[in-house]
Antibody, heavy 116, light 107 residues
Framework: QVQLVQSGAEVRQPGASVKISCKAS????????IHWIRQAPGQRLEWIGWINTGSGETKYSQKFQGRVIITRDTSANTAYMDLRGLTSEDTTLYYC?????????WGQGTLVTVSA | DIQLTQSPSTLSASVGDRVTITCRASQDINMWLSWYQQKPGKAPKLLIYQASFLESGVPSTFSGSGFGTEFTLTISSLQPDDFASYYC?????????FGQGTKLEIK
C-alpha cells in the first residue's frame, strides 16, 4: 500500500535551517511528483513547492522562493524539503503529499518549532 | 495567485441532513479542483478530484460539481463520521492553493 513517512519533529533557533524527509513506499517513486504543504493550527493549508521526482524539476511558491530547496533521492525513494532563515512564523506542521489529480496520499506531518 | 474562497466557514447540521459547501475561484480553473476532509491531528483525505470524480473508497454520499470558478461539495446524508473540516484545492498548473476551510459541526 502507498505510504509516505516523514521524519520526526524538529526544534530550531531563529535563523537556522531545517531539512525534513519524506520516504515513499508502495509505488514507483518517480511516477508521481511530491508536494510540500504546511498548516498552522486552525489555518488553511499553504502550498510550499513541488518536485518532479522523475526529472528533479522544482517549482516553489513565490512566498518561499529563495528560502526553500526541495530535492529527492531516487535511490532512497525519498524527497526532502530544506527551509532556511527560520522565524517564529515557520512554527507549524509540514506535510509531504503525492501528486495525482490533487494530492491522494499524505505523510503524517512533521512539526517544526522555531524558538530561541 | 489563484485565490479560493469557501462558504460557509462554519456549518452546523444534524445526522441525516443534506449539506452543501461552496468554493469560488478568483479565476477560471476549468475542472481542476479537489475536495478534502480533515479531522483533528490528521492529514487531509482526498474525497473528490477533477471537480466531480469520487476518490476510490469514499462513500457515495459525497458528490462534487462545478466548472470554471464555482464549485460545490454536497453530502447527501450526514453520518457521524462526516463531522470534520473540509477544504477545496485548485491544481491548475504546478501550483496549489487551498480554500480557508469549512468546519462542519454537530447541531
Amino acid at each position: 500500500q502507498v505510504q509516505l513517512v516523514q521524519s520526526g519533529a524538529e526544534v530550531r533557533q531563529p535563523g537556522a535551517s531545517v531539512k525534513i524527509s519524506c520516504k515513499a513506499s508502495g509505488y514507483t517513486f518517480t511516477t508521481h511528483s511530491i508536494h510540500w504543504i504546511r498548516q498552522a493550527p486552525g489555518q488553511r493549508l499553504e502550498w510550499i513547492g513541488w518536485i518532479n521526482t522523475g526529472s528533479g524539476e522544482t517549482k516553489y511558491s513565490q512566498k518561499f522562493q529563495g528560502r526553500v530547496i526541495i530535492t529527492r533521492d531516487t535511490s532512497a525513494n525519498t524527497a526532502y524539503m530544506d527551509l532556511r532563515g527560520l522565524t517564529s512564523e515557520d512554527t507549524t506542521l509540514y506535510y509531504c503529499a503525492r501528486d495525482r489529480v490533487g494530492n491522494d496520499f499524505w505523510g503524517q506531518g512533521t512539526l517544526v518549532t522555531v524558538s530561541a | 495567485d489563484i485565490q479560493l474562497t469557501q462558504s460557509p466557514s462554519t456549518l452546523s447540521a444534524s445526522v441525516g441532513d443534506r449539506v452543501t459547501i461552496t468554493c469560488r475561484a478568483s479565476q477560471d480553473i476549468n475542472m481542476w479542483l479537489s475536495w478534502y476532509q480533515q479531522k483533528p491531528g490528521k492529514a487531509p483525505k482526498l474525497l473528490i478530484y477533477q471537480a466531480s470524480f469520487l476518490e476510490s473508497g469514499v462513500p457515495s454520499t459525497f458528490s462534487g460539481s462545478g466548472f470554471g470558478t464555482e464549485f460545490t461539495l454536497t453530502i447527501s446524508s450526514l453520518q457521524p463520521d462526516d463531522f470534520a473540516s473540509y477544504y477545496c484545492q485548485q491544481y491548475i498548473g504546478y501550483s496549489r492553493t487551498f480554500g480557508q476551510g469549512t468546519k462542519l459541526e454537530i447541531k
